[in-house]
């Protein structure tokens, strides 16, 4: 099942297991079960610590758990954790075989605290990015804590259930047979919604922070980049963001980042996180900033009502998914209406769906889903794409995707429970249309996350900061950079540049004042 270079791999991982630990399977008689018997025979025959039995009696079938022996297991594979979910695979197996987390040690302390009984049911499919940090989240818990335990559900696999669940969206997790929550969400976000306190603690912390120098608002590249700088020239630095890495989180393949041939968003993500931390930046995740008040300590508010002060911010705030605006869309998102192609393309695997937008996202987002969905329409309000020729070409040669433009979209329809279909104008002949489908994937590219700074800068008519070559805005001691801001072509590493620059003349301003 698995090649000789993973086996390898695995092997030297599994030298980190410092207790035995079980694989106990509930297979039956399909090709899939045959495939997991082969993959845990192969897991079992690379460390004497693993051992494994058939006789599970999980109902969902093929599945598998890990655990202690003589110990009801708490981490359920159903389905192979293969692609995205390999990671997943060797860490639930090493932290079960006692291999410490690398978590922060208050955030293990509150896992273990947790009480209560929860049972996590986890939809995932194997080619979403998002889905594994999900699933460790959870799993890590489930080590931690002996009320936890978590099923991670190929959602490919277990279509019947992902059909009469109405899921149409992924990851998507079940506490307690309860829907819980949608999309990627870290320890800390799962914690803050178990552990109610938290957030009024966090928020009294906060409130006690002596002055920065500079604040970053903001964790994607642009505000990495600001924090990095700033704090390598010795100033007292803090990041604040939602979560880190921003939509570098949301972004699979990157081939563009000059000097690394090809990386993954959360990888990246990841890196940066650890970079800007390896300089002892204050850095304070789970807050979203609401208002800022300029002075000669500039305040930036959060949400959950700490104020923090600094001398200098600097705004990385970065841009979002632009919605289509249309009745119906609001309705039925993560029922039928999608922003994550990759994430949950498999869920509508043979099925028909359309895609909106003529950029270089949606044309290629178009091709991935055409060797998995049955039809693909390609909506776009013009009569040229603005994709690049090399991406039209190829969508152009595929025989299961039509174009239909130049269109404007007038409505998401459905039955109440998810989409059926998408009313158009043809902007040819002005007739009124619709398509009967089941999935709508929209990639029209980015609204700036600044709706929160009206009133407070000069923000330009499409509501991008508006700043000049060095990053200031029009607020003395606040600067900007990335995609919140009227800087053109949003890229990863113009988002970075731009936050060197912003931070450089942040501190440009410290020394002057
Ligand atoms: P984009 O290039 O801005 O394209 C957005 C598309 O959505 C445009 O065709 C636009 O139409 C359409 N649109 C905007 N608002 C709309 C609305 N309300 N209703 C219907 N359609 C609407 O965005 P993107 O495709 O996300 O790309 C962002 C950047 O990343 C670009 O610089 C792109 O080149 C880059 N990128 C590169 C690659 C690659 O090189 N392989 C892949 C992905 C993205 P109009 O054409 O009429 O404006």
Redesign the pocket.
């Known amino acids: 099942m698995l090649d000789d270079a993973i086996k390898e791999q695995l092997k030297s991982y599994l030298e980190k297991l410092q207790r035995p630990i079980e694989l106990v399977a509930s297979l039956d008689d399909s090709a899939k079960a045959q495939e997991m018997r082969g993959l845990l025979t192969d897991i079992a025959a690379l460390s004497d610590k693993i051992s494994l039995r058939e006789n599970g009696d999980a109902a969902r079938r093929p599945s598998f758990a890990i655990g202690l022996p003589g110990e009801a297991p708490r981490i359920h594979f159903a389905g192979l954790p293969l692609g995205h979910e390999f990671t997943s695979l060797v860490l639930a197996l090493l932290q079960t075989g006692g291999h410490p987390p690398k978590l922060e040690p208050a955030l293990i302390e509150q896992i273990k605290n947790l009480s209560g009984r929860f049972q996590v049911e986890a939809f995932i499919s194997l080619s979403c990015h998002n889905c594994p940090d999900v699933v460790q989240a959870f799993n890590l818990m489930a080590v931690l804590n002996p009320g936890v335990s978590c099923t991670m559900i190929d959602g490919a696999l277990f279509q019947d259930e992902v059909n009469s669940r109405q899921i149409m969206a992924v990851p998507i997790v079940y506490l307690n047979g309860a829907e819980f929550g949608q999309g990627r969400m870290t320890v800390e976000e799962i914690l803050a919604k178990l552990d109610t306190g938290a957030a009024a603690r966090a928020a009294e912390e906060l409130g006690k922070k002596a002055p920065f120098d500079v604040l970053v608002v903001g964790g994607g590249p642009a505000g990495a980049a600001a924090a990095i700088y700033a704090a390598r020239k010795g100033i007292r630095t803090g990041v604040l963001a939602e979560r880190f890495g921003g939509q570098v989180l949301d972004t699979l393949s990157i081939e ?1 980042f000059i000097s690394v041939k090809e990386t993954e968003g959360p990888k990246l993500a990841a890196a940066l996180e650890q970079h800007v931390k390896h300089y002892g930046v204050d850095v304070m995740t789970l807050q979203r900033a609401t208002k800022l008040t300029p002075g000669e300590l500039v305040e930036v508010h959060l949400e959950s009502g700490a104020i923090l002060k600094s001398k200098t911010v600097i705004l990385a705030t970065g841009a979002r998914w ?1 919605e ?2 249309v009745p119906g869309e609001k309705e039925y998102k993560a029922k039928g209406i999608c922003f994550c192609p990759h994430c949950d393309g498999p869920l509508f695997k043979g099925k028909r769906v359309a895609m ?7 044309v ?1 987002a178009a091709i991935d889903l055409a060797g998995i969905v049955g039809h693909v329409t390609l909506f ?3 009569d040229t ?4 020729a090399v ?1 039209q070409n190829k969508l152009n040669s595929l025989p299961n995707v039509s174009v239909i433009k130049p269109a404007r ?1 007038i409505e998401v329809t459905g039955d109440g429970e998810k989409v059926n279909g998408i009313a158009y104008q043809d902007l040819v002949s002005n007739e009124i249309k619709r398509l009967e489908l089941e999935g709508i994937f929209v ?4 609204l700036p996350n600044t709706e929160w700074l009206q009133g407070a800068l000069e923000l330009s008519p499409s509501g991008e900061i508006v700043i000049d070559a060095k990053g200031h805005t029009s607020l003395p001691g606040v600067f900007a950079a990335g995609d919140c801001t009227i800087t053109p ?3 990863i590493i113009i988002a970075m540049g731009s936050g060197a620059t912003a931070s450089l003349s942040a501190f440009d301003y410290l020394v002057r004042s």
Do not use: V
């Open positions: 563009n632009r289509m605006n909106i937008g003529g950029g270089n996202s949606s290629e776009h309000r013009r794409l603005r994709a690049d991406l979209i990639q029209i590219g980015l072509y949003k890229q």
